[in-house]
C-alpha cells in the first residue's frame, strides 16, 4: 500500500515545483469544466493565456490587474511568513479606496500634480489603520485576528457604501453611488496615452526589490523570519513576538492601501461601489503560490491577473459566467496545498505483509 | 407587544442558521479540527438547496441536497487536512474561497429564479398563548429541528462513550490513538457530519429563511458561525443561545431600518459584524478562559 512517510529534510525542488504542478492540474480541471459546458477548451484557454498577453494594449490591461494583486500580494507574504493569519486584505484595501478618495476629491483645477503623492500616502495610512485595529485587538486583547481581519471586511463595505450613497456623492451623477470623477492632478500618471498601464506598475515593481531587500538582507527581515516561524525559539533570541504582530498587520494594511489608492487614482478614477473586486482574496492566493517570497510573488500575481482578464474576457466573447474566476483561483489553492504537502513528505510503496 | 412578538420570531428565524452551522462547527472543532470554509460550504450548500428547490419543489429535498454538498465539500477538506497534513487555516481558506467562486458560477442561471412564499407551521394549542405562541411557536419545523439538535449533540458529547471518544481525540489525539482508536477516521466522520450541519444551514437561508437566491447571500455568516463556537466555549446549548443573540442582533437593525430611524443604513447593517468583534473581544480577553475550553488539539495536526 502506499504510505506517506516523512522527509528528512524538506525538498526544494518540490518547494518550487509544486505551484507549477498546481498550476497544470488546474489547467487540467478548467478542461474538464470547459467540455462539461461544452465549450472549447482550446478557445477558452487562449482567452486565459494568449489573449492577456497577445500585445502591447493586453499587457496594459494586464499590469492593472497585477499591481494590485502584487502589492497585496507582498504584504501578505510578509504577514504569512510570521504566522499572523491578516485575511481582511480586502477591508484594507477597500480603506485605501476611501482615505485616498478622501484626499482625491478636495482637489482643484490649481492643484499640483504632485498632489497625487497625498492621495497615495492617504490610501496607505488608511490601510494601516484598519490593519491596526486587529493588531491591536489581538495584541491587546488575544482575539482571533482571522475572524476579526475577516469581520473588518464587511464594515469596510459598509463605510465605503456610506460615504458613495452620502456625504461623498456626486452631485451630478445622477444619484448613482459614485464619487465625483478625480481631476487629473490627483490621477496616477500613465506611460503613453493609448495603454492604461500607469505608474502604479512601476511602484509595484519597485516594492518587490525593497520586499527582497528587507526580507534577506536586514537584521529586522531576518527577525521577522524567526520570531514568527517558531515563537519559542524567537523568545530565546530575544525577538518579541508582538514586534512581529505589529510589522505585518502595518506593512500589509499599508500595501493593501496603497493598491486600493492607486485603483481609485488610476484605472477607476472615482469611488464607486464597484471598486472592490476581491484582490485583498486572490491575492492571499497570489502570496502562497509565490512561496511567500518577493519574486515569486511578482509571477504569481501575473498569473492570477491572467485569470481575472480570462475570465472577462470568456464573458464577453464566449458567454461564459465570470465567476469562473473564483472557480479557478480556489482550484488553485486547493492543488497547490495537496502538491505542498510533497515538500515534507513523500510517498513509498510499502508491500502489505 | 405584538412587534416584540414578532421581532422574537424573526430572531429565533435568522439566528438558526447562525446554530445549525455552529453546531456543525462545534462537531468538527471538538474532534480537533478547524474547518474555516464554512463559509463556501453555506454558500454552495445555499446554491444547491435553491437548485433541487426549483426542480423537485420538495423542501425536504432542498435541505438534503444542501447537505450533501456540505459533506462532499467538507470530506475533500478533510482528506486534505487529515492524511495530507495540509495547514488547516489555509486549507478552510482555499475552500471558502472556491465556494464563494464556485457558487456564483452555477447558480447564475437561478439568480431571477423565486420559490414562491413559504408557510409556518403552527403547532396547534401552543401558538394561540397570547405573546409567547407568535414569538416562539409558530417557526418552519427547522427551527425546531434546530433545538433539538443542540440538545441530542449536548447529551452526544458529554452522555455518551462515542461522544467522550470525540472529546478525547479533540483534546489529545495521541492519547487515543494509543488506545487503538482510529483518530484520523474518526476525524473525518467529525468533519462531515460539520459539513452536512453547515450545508443545512445554507440550505435553509435560501429555500426557507430568504427563499432566493443571489450571489454571496451568506453575507459572512459561515465566519459568524465559526466566532460562535468559541464564543460559547464549544459547548452545544450555549451555540443555540449565542445564535440566537446574533439573529436579535440581525433582526433589530432590519426592524430599525423598516422604522426609518434617522441613521445611516450603513451603520444598521454592521451592527451584527462589529458584534462578532466585539464578543470576540471579550470572550478572548482572559486566554486561560479559552485555554481551559477550546479542545486542546484544535488545528493541530495529527502526524502519528
Given at each position: 500500500m502506499?504510505k506517506?512517510?516523512?522527509r528528512?529534510?524538506?525538498?526544494?525542488v518540490?518547494?518550487?515545483?509544486s505551484p507549477?504542478?498546481a498550476?497544470?492540474?488546474t489547467?487540467?480541471?478548467?478542461?474538464c469544466l470547459?467540455?462539461?459546458?461544452?465549450?472549447?477548451p482550446?478557445?477558452c484557454l487562449?482567452?486565459?493565456f494568449?489573449?492577456p498577453?497577445?500585445?502591447a494594449?493586453?499587457?496594459g490591461?494586464m499590469?492593472?490587474?497585477a499591481?494590485?494583486?502584487?502589492?497585496?500580494?507582498?504584504?501578505l507574504?510578509?504577514c504569512?511568513?510570521s504566522?499572523?493569519w491578516?485575511?481582511?486584505?480586502?477591508?484594507q484595501f477597500?480603506l485605501g479606496?476611501?482615505f485616498?478618495s478622501?484626499v482625491a476629491?478636495?482637489?482643484?483645477?490649481?492643484?499640483s500634480p504632485l498632489?497625487v503623492v497625498?492621495?497615495?500616502l492617504?490610501?496607505m495610512?488608511?490601510?494601516m489603520?484598519?490593519g491596526a485595529?486587529?493588531?491591536?485587538l489581538?495584541?491587546?486583547?488575544n482575539?482571533?485576528?482571522?475572524?476579526?481581519?475577516?469581520?473588518l471586511?464587511?464594515?469596510?463595505?459598509q463605510?465605503l457604501?456610506?460615504?458613495v450613497?452620502g456625504?461623498?456623492?456626486d452631485p451630478?451623477?445622477?444619484?448613482?453611488?459614485?464619487t465625483?470623477?478625480?481631476?487629473?492632478a490627483?490621477?496616477?500618471?500613465?506611460?503613453?496615452?493609448?495603454?492604461?498601464?500607469?505608474?502604479g506598475t512601476?511602484?509595484a515593481?519597485?516594492?518587490?526589490?525593497?520586499f527582497?531587500?528587507?526580507l534577506?538582507?536586514t537584521?529586522?527581515?531576518y527577525r521577522?523570519?524567526?520570531?514568527?516561524m517558531a515563537?519559542?525559539?524567537?523568545r530565546y533570541?530575544g525577538?518579541?513576538?508582538r514586534s512581529a504582530l505589529?510589522?505585518a498587520?502595518l506593512?500589509?494594511?499599508g500595501?493593501?492601501?496603497?493598491?486600493?489608492?492607486?485603483?481609485v487614482?488610476?484605472?477607476v478614477?472615482?469611488?464607486?461601489?464597484?471598486?472592490p473586486?476581491g484582490?485583498g482574496?486572490?491575492a492571499i492566493i497570489?502570496?502562497?503560490?509565490g512561496?511567500l517570497n518577493?519574486i515569486?510573488v511578482?509571477?504569481?500575481?501575473?498569473?492570477?491577473?491572467?485569470?481575472?482578464?480570462?475570465?472577462e474576457?470568456?464573458?464577453?466573447?464566449l458567454g461564459?459566467?465570470?465567476?469562473?474566476?473564483?472557480?479557478?483561483?480556489?482550484?488553485?489553492?486547493f492543488?497547490?496545498?495537496?502538491c505542498?504537502?510533497f515538500?515534507?513528505y513523500?510517498?513509498?510503496w510499502i508491500?502489505p505483509? | 407587544m405584538?412587534?416584540?412578538?414578532l421581532l422574537?420570531a424573526a430572531?429565533?428565524?435568522?439566528?438558526t442558521?447562525?446554530a445549525?452551522a455552529?453546531?456543525?462547527?462545534l462537531?468538527s472543532e471538538?474532534?480537533g479540527v478547524l474547518?474555516?470554509g464554512?463559509?463556501g460550504?453555506m454558500?454552495?450548500?445555499?446554491?444547491?438547496?435553491?437548485?433541487?428547490a426549483?426542480?423537485?419543489h420538495?423542501?425536504?429535498?432542498?435541505?438534503?441536497g444542501g447537505?450533501?454538498?456540505?459533506v462532499?465539500?467538507?470530506?475533500?477538506?478533510?482528506?486534505l487536512v487529515i492524511?495530507?497534513h495540509t495547514?488547516?487555516?489555509?486549507?478552510?481558506l482555499?475552500?471558502s474561497?472556491?465556494?464563494?467562486?464556485f457558487?456564483a458560477?452555477?447558480?447564475l442561471?437561478?439568480?431571477s429564479?423565486?420559490?414562491?412564499?413559504?408557510k409556518?407551521s403552527?403547532?396547534?394549542a401552543l401558538s394561540s398563548?397570547?405573546f409567547?405562541?407568535?414569538?416562539?411557536?409558530?417557526?418552519?419545523p427547522?427551527v425546531?429541528f434546530?433545538?433539538f439538535a443542540?440538545f441530542?449533540?449536548?447529551?452526544?458529547?458529554?452522555k455518551t462513550?462515542a461522544?467522550?471518544?470525540?472529546?478525547a481525540i479533540?483534546e489529545s489525539?495521541e492519547?487515543?490513538?494509543?488506545?487503538g482508536?482510529r483518530?484520523?477516521?474518526?476525524?473525518?466522520?467529525?468533519?462531515?457530519?460539520?459539513?452536512a450541519?453547515?450545508?443545512?444551514?445554507g440550505?435553509?437561508?435560501?429555500?426557507?429563511?430568504?427563499?432566493?437566491?443571489v450571489?454571496g447571500?451568506?453575507?459572512?455568516?459561515?465566519w459568524?458561525a465559526?466566532s460562535?463556537?468559541?464564543?460559547?466555549?464549544w459547548?452545544?446549548?450555549r451555540?443555540l443561545?449565542?445564535?440566537?443573540?446574533f439573529g436579535?442582533?440581525t433582526m433589530l437593525?432590519?426592524?430599525?431600518q423598516?422604522?426609518?430611524?434617522?441613521?445611516?443604513v450603513q451603520l444598521l447593517?454592521?451592527?451584527?459584524?462589529?458584534?462578532t468583534?466585539?464578543?470576540l473581544v471579550?470572550?478572548?480577553?482572559?486566554p486561560?478562559?479559552i485555554r481551559?475550553n477550546?479542545?486542546?488539539?484544535?488545528?493541530k495536526?495529527f502526524?502519528a
Open positions: 502506499l506517506l512517510e516523512p528528512h529534510d524538506p525538498s526544494r518540490m518547494t518550487y515545483l507549477v504542478i498550476l497544470l492540474a489547467v487540467l480541471l478548467g478542461v470547459f467540455l462539461a459546458l461544452g465549450k472549447d482550446a478557445r487562449e482567452m486565459f494568449v489573449a498577453v497577445k500585445d494594449r493586453a499587457l490591461e499590469s492593472i490587474k499591481t494590485p494583486l502584487l502589492l497585496i500580494g507582498l504584504g507574504s510578509l504569512f511568513r504566522s499572523v491578516n485575511i481582511g486584505a480586502e477591508g477597500i479606496t476611501v485616498a478622501g476629491i478636495r482637489a482643484t483645477e490649481q492643484s498632489m497625498p492621495v497615495l492617504a490610501g495610512a488608511g490601510g489603520l484598519w485595529i486587529t493588531a491591536i489581538r495584541d491587546r486583547f482575539a482571533n485576528e482571522i475572524l476579526v481581519s475577516l469581520m471586511v464587511y464594515v469596510a463595505e463605510v457604501g456610506y460615504l450613497y456625504p461623498w456623492k451630478d451623477g445622477y444619484n448613482f453611488p459614485q465625483v470623477t478625480f481631476l487629473d490627483v490621477r496616477v500618471p500613465r506611460f503613453a496615452p493609448a495603454s492604461r498601464a500607469n505608474a512601476a511602484l515593481l519597485f516594492a518587490v526589490g525593497v527582497w531587500v528587507f534577506h538582507r537584521h529586522a527581515g521577522l523570519l524567526v520570531s514568527g515563537p519559542a525559539a524567537a533570541a525577538f518579541s513576538a505589529w510589522t498587520f506593512v500589509s494594511g500595501m493593501a492601501g496603497l493598491a486600493g489608492a492607486l485603483e487614482a488610476g484605472p478614477g472615482q469611488l464607486t461601489t464597484h471598486v473586486l484582490y482574496f486572490a497570489v502570496a502562497f503560490v512561496r518577493p515569486g511578482l509571477f504569481s500575481a501575473v498569473l492570477m491577473s491572467m485569470f481575472y482578464i480570462g475570465g474576457l470568456s464573458q464577453a466573447r461564459l459566467p465570470r465567476s469562473v474566476t473564483g472557480v479557478f483561483q480556489g482550484l488553485l489553492l492543488a497547490l496545498l495537496t505542498d504537502t515538500i515534507n513523500r510517498l513509498r508491500s505483509s | 405584538d412587534s416584540i412578538a422574537i430572531s429565533i428565524g435568522s439566528g442558521a447562525l445549525v455552529g453546531l456543525g462547527l462537531i471538538r474532534s474547518n474555516l464554512a463559509e460550504m454558500l454552495v450548500a445555499a446554491v444547491t438547496g435553491f437548485a433541487v426549483v426542480h423537485t420538495s423542501t425536504l429535498l432542498a435541505l438534503l447537505a450533501a454538498a456540505g462532499v465539500l467538507s470530506a475533500i477538506f478533510g482528506v492524511w495530507l495547514n488547516q487555516y489555509a486549507t478552510g482555499a475552500l474561497l472556491f465556494g464563494s467562486g457558487s458560477f452555477v447558480g442561471p437561478y439568480v429564479e423565486s420559490l414562491g412564499e413559504r409556518a403552527a403547532i396547534p398563548i397570547p409567547l405562541g407568535p414569538a416562539l411557536f409558530r417557526q418552519h427547522f425546531y434546530a433545538v443542540a441530542a449533540i449536548s447529551y452526544f458529547l458529554f462513550k461522544g467522550l471518544v470525540l472529546r479533540g489525539p492519547s487515543a490513538h494509543a488506545l482508536y483518530v484520523r477516521g474518526i476525524r473525518l466522520l467529525a468533519v462531515c457530519t460539520g459539513g450541519f453547515a450545508g443545512l444551514a440550505a435553509y437561508i435560501s429555500v426557507i429563511h430568504t427563499p432566493l437566491w450571489e447571500m451568506i453575507a459572512g455568516k459561515g459568524i465559526l460562535l463556537t468559541a464564543f460559547a466555549t459547548r452545544p446549548l451555540v443561545l449565542g445564535a440566537y443573540l436579535g442582533v437593525q432590519l426592524h430599525l423598516g422604522e426609518g430611524v434617522n441613521v445611516p447593517t454592521m451592527l451584527p459584524y462589529v458584534a468583534i466585539v464578543v471579550v470572550i478572548s480577553r482572559n486561560a478562559w481551559i477550546m479542545p486542546a488539539s484544535l488545528g495536526p502526524t
